[in-house]
């Protein structure tokens, strides 16, 4: 996974002094497969998201999801803060208030855009997530950060209703007391809180951080597509309540017939070494 300064050597030379659009890098891992990551890049405002870069980021997952060699999505930030959320001061009520219009409705399509990747999705969290960001970060299968990661969502105290799709992931994913302290308690959770809800997977070293996520990356993408990929994505709509049954039977099916299989069955009756 790229992350860190390293990652910004290709920031266009006329970028705004906030810093540059979302990147996409596509690297391929040694088995086969690829691993994608998407770098948020206004480190001097906490990666913030503009307006412009909430398509980007649909038009990145889009990228990765057409490349049939990518299994695993990393979602990075750059400097001490994931992401500050939505930049709140581009909204102009008057202009962006119809439906399908509003700047929280382009937000919900990013973040469902993220949880619809077809790839297995790992975000790197460091410092401040705040705002939309967590929602962002839930939209992610998997979540690793540091012990400085802090989440608060402040829609309440704005008079911002939050969306819907958002909703479903915050109860989804941490339940309903947490989803409630965060968004009707406007309550700042640290990492040790969040890895008690479920909001963290782990929590590492700092300097450790794109390490881990980069080993995982890698393990997760070592794993086989035909199942990793689909049963992501149905355990997803379980979690929505929306399983189609005549899918996960075809995924089944098509997974019983596949030579991953008969390979994984071969290793797994190796198992344990001697």
């Excluded at 990747?117 to 939209?139: F, N, P, S």
């Excluded at 700092?206 to 997760?220: F, G």
């Amino acid at each position: 996974m790229r992350t860190g300064a390293g990652a910004d050597a290709d920031t266009d030379a006329g970028a705004e002094a906030t810093g540059a659009p979302p990147s996409l890098a596509i690297d391929e891992v040694d088995g086969g497969g690829a691993i994608a990551t998407i770098t948020l890049r206004r480190p001097r405002v906490a990666n913030r998201l503009d307006p412009a870069d909430l398509a980007a980021i649909v038009a990145h997952v889009a990228q990765a999801d057409a490349d049939p060699r990518v299994r695993v999505l990393c979602l990075a930030g750059q400097g001490r803060h994931f992401c500050g959320g939505f930049h709140i001061g581009a909204i102009d009520p008057a202009a962006d208030g119809a439906p399908g219009a509003r700047p929280s409705d382009r937000f919900e399509a990013m973040a469902d855009a993220m949880e619809n990747a077809r790839a297995v999705t790992v975000a790197a969290l460091q410092g401040g997530v705040y705002g939309g960001a967590v929602d962002l970060a839930l939209a992610c299968d998997f979540r690793i950060g540091t012990p400085a990661v802090e989440a608060m969502v402040p829609p309440a105290r704005l008079g911002l209703h939050y969306h819907r799709g958002g909703l479903e992931r915050f109860v989804s994913r941490l339940g309903l007391a947490a989803a409630k302290r965060l968004l009707l308690g406007v309550e700042t959770l640290d990492a040790a809180a969040l890895l008690q809800v479920g909001g963290l997977d782990r929590s590492v070293a700092p300097e450790a951080l794109a390490a881990e996520v980069d080993a995982y990356a890698r393990h997760l993408a070592g794993l086989a597509p035909l199942a990793l990929l689909p049963m992501k994505r149905h355990l997803n709509a379980i979690a929505r309540g929306r399983l189609d049954a005549a899918a996960i039977a075809a995924d089944i099916a098509r997974a019983w017939a596949s030579e991953d299989l008969r390979e994984g069955s071969r290793a797994w009756a190796e198992f344990p070494p001697t």
